[in-house]
């Protein structure tokens, strides 16, 4: 994860601010748009929101509600104590009854979540006006 970001994922850089500001504002500004925090763990947080009526019917139990779920992991990569790098991944994954797992279905172009991403850095930049700034 310590190179640029892959083809059609999101990333910002941050800077002027601690690890777990980035982590806290993520969560408000994830669960703004409809996301469910999933947890942290080891430089990421995962957020995920019901899938969309077409995955559910293409991958899904579509006569029961559906069961497709879109999942976003934010990477906080540090690049020194005080500048982060924030990447996303994003996936479509099925629920399966009884399974140990869920099923990834595909990849979801993550510049899709570049705006997200835009406005954690500047709701930090806000909270923090001196030393928080994005590239």
């Known amino acids: 994860m310590g190179g640029g970001a892959p083809n059609g994922q999101a990333q910002v850089v941050v800077t002027g601010v601690l690890e777990p500001q980035i982590e806290e504002k993520a969560e408000d500004v994830f669960s ?6 999933k947890g942290a763990a080891d430089g990421h947080v995962v957020f995920e929101r019901k899938g969309g009526t077409m995955n559910d019917v ?14 976003v ?18 996936i479509a994954v099925r629920h399966t009854f009884g399974a140990d797992s869920d099923t ?32």
């Open 58 to 71: 293409l991958y899904g139990n579509w006569q029961d509600g559906g069961d497709t779920t879109t999942r």
């Open 104 to 135: 990834e279905l595909f990849d979801i172009q993550g510049a899709r979540y570049k705006a997200i991403l835009d406005k954690i850095v500047k709701e930090l930049r806000q909270e923090n006006p001196p030393a928080a700034a994005a590239r």
């Open 73 to 90: 992991t934010l990477y906080i990569i540090e690049k020194n104590p005080t500048t982060f790098a924030l990447r996303t991944r994003s």
């Open 32 to 37: 703004r748009h409809g996301f469910e925090f």
